[in-house]
């Protein structure tokens, strides 16, 4: 962005306080601008005629400093890129990191079909909501265009999902875009070799495309300028992916690339492509599979927007779609949730009364755990500084005055709401079993030591 | 009759137009460009530029097919030779040729403080080995700064058998029972820089073993091995001064790590006994910058400890559980501490192990009824530790204390890599002066067959 207060963002705002954006003043509605939390369009006024000025001049204001490319078509769309800061902590990042899984043209249709359904059904729940996987890149090994052509083809009609279309000979990839370039797919890549003929394809065809200079970042900077000067600006920069030896070159390619584009230079201010599935190259079973999920990780956290990766097994797939929301997650969402004595469910008098912390992440896995398994209980959630249960123990934040403290404050007499008069301590915070017993003078159970265990304790322990 | 047609439809008419062949075109047709009053801005001039190019490459197209002669025409198109690519026209020929420059971080211009662990005989101890942490100018494996120091691992043992997840387990049952034992294998077997004694048993709640007691099995894990070893307690803050206290004096002149001191307990008589037997101590804090800040702070100025004696934890939370708190709040440390809060500028530790108390890693399977398999459970944990440990490593953590022997390995791996070889030696500066590099090493694949 090019301006950074809300007060350079409020000048161009119509100042009437009209409230239209669900704002009470111009000027907080300012600020949300500024934090990118609004867009400008959401101010009604400002989309009139006679402000078309204004809006404008604060939209070439806003624009992010990395900017976003678009992939794909529909409610799959993905867009990436978007970014304004170096470090997550000074805002936060936008447009998680793309993951797209390969498939190839030399596969026979059954394996195809069966990848592609892999990848568009994986799905793992995270507090409160799915982590999923985003595109599909199609690799052409047989260099033969018809046969790349109908594999493209047979992906379009197993999945919605975007396509990265992957040859190096404009030829293989015009015939895809002949079959695909409706659904807008990434196309890899221009490279020094063949540059002139991809640009006539994405004039064409319109499609973003990757530009390719294997650790020359004179080329590719180059390359961007070329396809910047004719018009092409929905660039992704892939500067190569060197699985080891080269690793830290690549590393510093992306760092500098980035650099660039947030201080400024708007020429290389394009987003990145990473190429984790190059650790198949030197690699190969579970070592591969584990390499390319550290290179997931490398470039999931420095600057990769987008990424290709070969290995669909799900203990490549875990660490990967969590690192990426690690980096994603927005840092300035609440560590803390409300302290207090909830009901999950519909609690019975005979129900049990669970205890755990008030950090967001904890609260949440507990609450998950508990409701989707259709268990009535309390959830009695103690105010322990937004810290999990271990450290919390550990660090002396929760302990059984706190406990007492949470049950009390809430009104909630366990003994008066229930037939048992029995709490159930996180297994982690065992060790104050006694201590709360004798503060609150109730029956305390241990539970599991993680929440996704409470429905087999309950078979086992709970009689009450 | 009138029939509106865009442009982008005559274009894909007339594409369609050329895979006829022999087809007959009869009279004369004509383009007319009209400004539909809403102004055409430079962002439509400009696409209708290329479509009005490509509309007339393929008219000539066309008309060389039907027999015409197009040479006059043509070349005010030229060149059209590629097949592939009629809209030549405005590309050009060559490359626009481009420098591509970007400077180093001014501000990074303090540096992270060197901590050494571990006396040889010279320094009065009996270590065969030290470790050197931090000395960082640049967050990890920049180009700005080469790295003096590489990463370093400490594996985990404990003075009684722990519960742990099946796949870290079977790789210590058959020490379990002896911490000596168990201390010498994590170093001779599975590569361990450093070892860190747990004295989990002396919390009242587990075993409720005396201090002196536990102190005896820190000689015994002085004996076992001649790497420098980290000291911690049992976690229990009205033991662990005590319990640290006479392990400290048990190590006299090994100058150990002492973990830790913690803003919730007696820090100042743990900090005063790694002072009066010469070791350096772990400030450990809960993902807060602040409270981070004002233990070091206190250390300092209220317990006498030196700056080259303290080694920082902001705490570790596992990867889904809360690490990106804690990768934040490392890397705003790190930064804050290169750009000179001299409160901040130590090096850190890493409680790598917490990723075992994620239940992705050792789980049999997901809890959840909808999700997609986990699959097997063996392969899940060391990548989860990896993954902890790795985020940390890139946000600014020098010391990870881990449990699986292959996250270690890995881990080890990469962090050697990014760093890259003899960039102590000022290799890591040179390789920052040029414009990329390591296009040898990029492998093709595009093309490549995977077994
Ligand atoms: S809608 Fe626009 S003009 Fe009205 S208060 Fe919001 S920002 Fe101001």
Redesign the pocket.
């Known amino acids: 962005m090019k301006i950074n207060s809300p007060l350079q963002a409020y000048e161009h705002?119509?100042k009437?306080?009209?409230?239209?954006?669900g704002?009470p003043?111009?000027m907080a509605?300012a600020s949300h601008l500024i934090d990118r939390s609004r867009n400008v369009g959401d101010?009604?006024?400002?989309t009139g005629v006679e402000f078309k000025d204004n809006y404008d001049t604060l939209t070439d204001l806003l624009a992010p400093e990395i900017r976003e490319v678009t992939i794909g078509t529909g409610d799959h769309a993905i867009t990436i890129g978007g970014d304004d800061v170096l470090y997550r902590h000074k805002l936060t990042f936008f447009n998680k990191t793309a993951f797209a899984y390969e498939v190839c043209d030399t596969m026979d249709e059954d394996e195809l079909v069966s990848q592609v359904n892999k990848i568009q059904n994986f799905s793992k729940f995270y507090i409160g909501d799915f982590l999923t996987l985003d595109a599909v890149a199609v690799r052409c090994l047989s260099g033969d265009a018809d046969q790349f052509a109908n594999a493209v083809r047979t992906v379009m009609e197993t999945t919605d999902l975007p396509l990265i279309l992957c040859s190096l000979d404009a030829t293989v990839l015009d015939a895809a875009l002949e079959v695909a370039s409706s659904r807008r797919p990434l196309i890899y890549a221009a490279t020094t070799d063949n540059w002139r003929e991809v640009a006539g394809l994405v004039l064409t065809y319109h499609v973003p495309v990757v530009l390719s200079a294997p650790g020359d970042l004179d080329t590719l900077k180059s390359l961007a300028l070329t396809f910047a000067s004719i018009g092409i600006r929905d660039l992704v920069l892939d500067p190569g992916t060197s699985p080891t030896e080269g690793l830290r070159d690549s590393f510093e390619n992306f760092l500098k690339i980035r650099r660039a584009g947030i201080e400024g230079q708007t020429d290389i201010a394009y987003p990145l492509m990473a190429v984790p599935m190059t650790a198949w190259a030197e690699l190969d079973g579970v070592s591969a599979a584990y390499w390319e999920s550290v290179l997931v990780s490398i470039f999931t956290i420095r600057y990769g927007d987008i990424m290709i990766m070969h290995s669909t097994e799900p203990y490549s797939l875990l660490p990967e779609l969590h690192i990426r929301d690690t980096v994603y997650t927005d840092p300035r969402k609440p560590v803390m949730v409300d302290s207090g004595v909830f009901e999950i469910g519909s609690p019975s008098r005979n129900s049990p009364v669970f205890i755990t912390t008030n950090f967001a992440l904890t609260y949440y896995t507990v609450e998950s755990d508990i409701s989707s398994n259709d268990i009535d209980c309390h959830l009695c959630v103690v105010d322990t500084d937004g810290i999990g249960v271990e450290a919390a123990v550990a660090g002396g934040q929760l302990t059984a005055g706190k406990i007492k403290e949470a049950f009390d404050s809430a009104g909630f007499d366990v003994r008066e709401k229930t037939d048992h008069g029995t709490v159930i301590l996180p297994g982690l915070a065992a060790r104050l079993q006694g201590d709360v017993e004798d503060a609150t003078g109730l029956d305390v159970m241990i539970g599991p030591p993680d929440s996704g265990r409470i429905p087999q304790w309950l078979e086992s322990k709970w009689e009450k | 009759m009138t029939t509106t047609i865009t442009i982008a439809d005559l274009n894909k008419w007339l594409e369609d137009v050329l895979e006829l062949k022999g087809v007959k075109i009869e009279g004369d047709f004509e383009i007319e460009l009209v400004d539909t009053g809403a102004g055409v801005d430079s962002g439509v001039a400009q696409a209708v530029g290329y479509e009005a190019i490509q509309i007339a490459a393929r008219l000539t197209d066309l008309a060389g097919a039907l027999g015409y002669d197009v040479g006059s025409i043509g070349s005010a198109f030229a060149p059209l030779a590629s097949p592939v690519s009629p809209v030549s026209s405005a590309i050009p020929q060559e490359l626009i040729p481009a420098t591509f420059e970007v400077g180093t971080v001014s501000e990074w211009k303090h540096g992270i403080e060197e901590v050494v662990l571990g006396a040889t005989s010279s320094d009065g101890g009996t270590r065969k080995k030290t470790v050197t942490l931090g000395g960082e100018n640049a967050l990890p494996f920049y180009f700005d700064s080469p790295m003096p120091n590489p990463n370093h691992v400490s594996i985990d043992v404990f003075d009684m058998p722990i519960g742990m997840a099946r796949a870290v387990r079977t790789n210590y049952e058959d020490v379990l029972e002896d911490p000596a034992e168990w201390a010498k294998k994590v170093v001779s077997k599975f590569g361990a820089d450093m070892v860190t004694i747990h004295l989990i048993s002396t919390d009242p709640s587990i075993a409720d073993t005396p201090a002196r007691e536990a102190a005896k099995v820190v000689e015994d894990v002085l004996q076992a091995v001649d790497v420098p070893i980290i000291i911690g307690g049992s976690g229990n803050p009205d033991k662990d001064p005590e319990v640290l206290e006479k392990a400290a004096e048990a190590a006299e002149g090994e100058r150990c790590l002492i973990a830790s001191a913690n803003l919730n307990m007696d820090y100042q008589r743990i900090a005063a006994a790694a002072k009066k037997y010469g070791h350096a101590i772990l400030s450990w804090t809960q993902l807060e910058i602040n409270a981070q800040k004002e233990l070091n702070r206190k250390l300092m100025k209220q317990c006498g400890i030196e700056r080259k004696d303290i080694v920082m934890d902001p705490t570790t939370a596992a990867l889904g559980y809360g690490l990106d708190y804690a990768y934040s709040n490392i890397e705003r440390i790190r930064i804050a501490g290169l750009i000179g809060d001299a409160e901040l500028n130590f090096p850190m530790s890493s409680g790598t192990t917490n990723a075992w108390g994620a239940r992705e890693s050792w789980m049999a399977a997901s809890p959840i009824k909808d999700d997609s398999d986990w699959g097997p459970r063996e392969y899940r944990g060391p990548i989860w530790e990896i993954t902890t440990g790795l985020a940390l490593a890139l946000a600014g953590v020098d010391l990870f204390m881990m449990m699986h022997p292959t996250s270690v390995q890995v881990l080890k791996a990469v962090t050697d890599m990014l760093r890259g070889a003899g960039a102590g030696e000022g290799g890591g500066e040179g390789e920052g002066s040029t414009n990329g590099g390591g296009a040898a090493k990029i492998p093709d694949w595009v093309g490549m067959a995977i077994e």
């Open positions: 705002l119509p009437t306080n009209c409230g239209d954006c704002e003043t111009c509605f101010c009604p006024p400002l």
